[in-house]
Antibody, heavy 118, light 108 residues
Framework: QLQLQESGPGLVKPSETLSLTCTVS??????????WGWIRQPPGKGLEWIGS???????YYNPSLKSRVTISVDTSKNQFSLKLSSVTAADTAVYYC??????????WGQGTMVTVSS | DIQMTQSPSSLSASVGDRVTITCQAS??????LNWYQQKPGKAPKLLIY???NLETGVPSRFSGSGSGTDFTFTISSLQPEDIATYYC??????????FGQGTKLEIK
């Protein structure tokens, strides 16, 4: 059964870069049928799509975050990663990785809380 | 950008009630509309995709309908385990994915 697991620092200082990795187990990230996405949720608020990547490295991002976001993939490790630069307190959120089939996110990681604070 | 308006923002209903949540898009999105359930402290779970298709393993009391700009999510008979926040999510051809504001469902 496919599982996704986020990992990375839980605390990031303002103006620094947030870095998270999603490890996919129980299946291959190189499947031609799926994209892989990042979604975040500030405390007590709704969901915001950050961006998505295909195993080939093709990416697309939320225009509101595009200037600060980089998503990459490492097929040898069955992982994909998120980097968000110049973070502020507004980037404090639970960050989820998810498998994307066409336009739906059908399998999610458990999420990881990232707090931006000095 | 396409705006999604989900209503109501909160809802209180009794076990066995029929519950309806709506989502309205600011422009035609065909059937590119999905519904998710999120329980406290958990990741969202896909329930309905492409407006009306039930995800595998999801109970049949959940359903979705609509196309174009107006969409409806229905629980035919509310169960205690259905207490959660529900989100719609649209897809457009930018590509861009946008979630609704969420509907918090509580038991009366």
């Amino acid at each position: 059964q496919l599982q996704l697991q986020e990992s990375g620092p839980g605390l990031v200082k303002p103006s620094e870069t947030l870095s998270l990795t999603c490890t996919v187990s129980g299946g291959s990230i190189s499947s031609s049928s799926y994209y892989w996405g990042w979604i975040r949720q500030p405390p007590g608020k709704g969901l915001e799509w950050i961006g998505s990547i295909y195993y080939s490295g093709s990416t697309y991002y939320n225009p509101s975050l595009k200037s600060r976001v980089t998503i990459s993939v490492d097929t040898s490790k069955n992982q994909f990663s998120l980097k968000l630069s110049s973070v502020t307190a507004a980037d404090t959120a639970v960050y989820y990785c998810a498998r994307q089939v066409v336009a739906a996110f059908d399998i999610w990681g458990q999420g990881t809380m990232v707090t931006v604070s000095s | 950008d396409i705006q999604m308006t989900q209503s109501p923002s909160s809802l209180s209903a009794s076990v066995g009630d029929r519950v309806t949540i709506t989502c309205q898009a600011s422009q035609d999105i065909s059937n590119y509309l999905n519904w998710y359930q999120q329980k406290p402290g958990k990741a969202p779970k896909l329930l309905i995709y492409d407006a009306s298709n039930l995800e595998t393993g999801v109970p049949s009391r959940f359903s979705g309908s609509g196309s174009g700009t107006d969409f409806t999510f229905t629980i035919s008979s509310l169960q205690p385990e259905d207490i959660a926040t529900y989100y719609c999510q649209q897809y457009d051809n930018l590509p861009m994915y946008t979630f609704g504001q969420g509907t918090k469902l509580e038991i009366k």
